[in-house]
Nanobody, 125 residues
Framework: QVQLTESGGGSVPPGGSLTLSCVVS????????VGWFRQAPGKEREGVAT???????KYADSVWGRFTISKDNAENTRYLQMNSLKPEDTAMYYC???????????????????WGQGTQVTVSS
């Protein structure tokens, strides 16, 4: 059974940094598009950053220049480096994966069929 497991969340002050990790078990990560999404209380789940099989990356405007998505195929892991964190980045962060995600849909949650359980990120002074 394929599973995604996120880790690395925590509580940091504004301006701080965190690195989230997403590890897949039961499948070869190199063959799928992987996205990071987040959901704050009372809000819709939104796409944050994605990296596709061909290394195409896309970021939401709200995180562009602050977040970086990367991959380590040997470790079957995808990372989300988050710098200059703001209180509005506070949310549950989820990793998602799917085999065929068109470029114009990479930040759409409906394009992904496999999800992790999430890791909480809190940015507060």
């Amino acid at each position: 059974q394929v599973q995604l497991t996120e880790s690395g969340g925590g509580s940091v002050p504004p301006g701080g940094s965190l690195t989230l990790s997403c590890v897949v078990s039961g499948h070869t990560f190199s063959e799928v598009c992987v996205g990071w999404f987040r959901q704050a209380p009372g809000k819709e789940r939104e796409g944050v950053a994605t990296i596709n099989v061909d290394n195409y990356v896309k970021y939401a405007d709200s995180v562009w220049g602050r977040f970086t998505i990367s991959k380590d195929n040997a470790e079957n892991t995808r990372y989300l480096q988050m710098n200059s964190l703001k209180p509005e980045d506070t949310a549950m962060y989820y990793c998602a994966a799917d085999r065929l995600v068109r470029r114009w849909r990479v930040l759409e949650k409906a394009a992904y069929g496999l999800w992790g359980q999430g890791t909480q990120v809190t940015v507060s002074s």
